[in-house]
């Protein structure tokens, strides 16, 4: 059975709780032995050496494209392909961190820290986050990136918004990829306060120096070759082009899922399933997100290289179908799509219970 575009209907029916799914306790053996019979959990290196001399390439052109356009506005041309150009740096970065590139978890682990410092991230607090939420997807109290922040993501973190962060609220469906602008100079600052704060942390001074790396060779030559104006407005672009394309990578795959209740358990096919979405575009696709469009199967097989990804689709699909589970697949744009309603629909939680419908009808009117 493959889910597209299923409506969300009531908010309340997104929560699943203890017993709402079968269990499915072989589903995942037996797929992951077919994965295996098929070779697909094997390493790619000849591949993501040639997306590394790509990037390196794009790095090269935007150097110089830089020395080129001098102190003119065209500079914000290679201010948004340095954000690009950073966002698919995160996607490799993301793959080692998985062990989908190199043969060894130390070597991986190695190569992630050094391309995370080159966008300007802590490998150690990225890689803490991610881990849990890779183990307990969309599931309340456990999954970080459902916690509160700016953004409210289930209706009870809603009900407590302040009256301030109210207004940001009730609107922020709408208001979500405009502040997606400001979601790359959020992940700079997570990633240095961890660094900086947290306790027991490996490498904490390697990843410093690293992120220090990066800001003398990228930050401080912009300062200094541009008019101050420009210079602003270089790293604006730069930043916002950034966030926008990490945000908008990894919003469609699991935002408007099924919420898991905190004391629910599932088996580890039925979370990953049903809690992730795909997104429809072929090898474009898996190119522009990094491999993040087959979001069912990387959480069903995390250390599969993306080059393999769309064969293991077909198997997962094949079990879904076998089992009636639902899979869900859908274009990007209508993606984009059911996460704005899906946060607008929390945050009706936040308007206010004094609100008269009646005038708010004719408002509207």
């Known amino acids: 059975m493959t889910q597209v575009d299923a409506p969300l209907g009531r908010l309340r029916r997104t929560v699943a709780r203890a017993g709402t799914f079968p269990s499915l306790a072989r589903a995942y053996t037996e797929v992951s032995q077919t994965v295996k019979e098929q070779n697909l959990l094997r390493r790619t290196p000849w591949f993501y050496m040639a997306v590394g001399v790509a990037l390196l390439l794009a790095f090269g052109g935007a150097v110089a494209g830089f020395v080129l356009f001098q102190d003119t506005w065209y500079q914000l041309l290679m201010a948004g392909a340095l954000g690009i150009i950073f966002t698919q740096v995160a996607f490799l970065a993301h793959e080692a961190a998985h062990r989908q590139i190199l043969a060894s978890g130390p070597a991986n682990r190695r190569l992630a820290r050094i391309l995370g410092g080159i966008v300007g991230m802590s490998y150690d607090w990225w890689d803490t986050k991610h881990t849990r939420h890779h183990a307990n997807p969309n599931q309340v109290g456990r999954d970080p990136d459902i916690e509160l922040d700016t953004i409210s993501f289930v209706e009870e973190d809603a009900v407590t918004a302040g009256r301030f962060r109210a207004l940001i609220t009730r609107k922020q469906g709408w208001l979500f990829f405009p502040l997606l602008t400001l979601e790359g100079l959020n992940l700079h600052w997570l990633g240095i306060k961890h660094l900086l704060t947290a306790r027991d942390v490996p490498h904490r001074w390697l990843e410093l120096g690293l992120i220090v790396g990066r800001l003398a060779l990228v930050v401080v030559p912009v300062f200094l070759l541009l008019?101050?104006?420009?210079?602003?407005?270089?790293?604006?672009?730069?930043?916002?082009?950034f966030g926008v394309y990490m945000g908008a990578s990894f919003a469609p795959n699991h935002k408007g899922m099924p919420i898991i209740a905190h004391d629910a358990k599932l088996d580890f096919f039925s979370k990953q399933v049903r809690t992730s979405r795909n997104v429809r575009g072929g090898w474009w696709a898996t190119w522009l997100f990094g491999g993040l469009n087959y979001q069912i199967e990387h959480h069903l097989f995390?250390?599969?290289?993306?080059?393999?990804?769309?064969?293991?689709?077909?198997?997962?699909q094949e079990q879904c179908r076998e089992l009636d589970v639902p899979y869900a697949e859908t274009s990007i744009w209508r993606s984009y799509a059911i996460v704005v309603r899906y946060l607008n629909q929390v945050g009706l939680a936040a308007r206010d219970p004094f609100d008269c419908p009646m005038v708010g009808q004719y408002r509207r009117a």
């Open 227 to 241: 008019p101050l104006g420009m210079a602003f407005a270089f790293m604006g672009v730069q930043l916002a082009v």
């Open 302 to 316: 995390p250390s599969m290289s993306r080059l393999h990804l769309s064969k293991a689709r077909r198997i997962v």
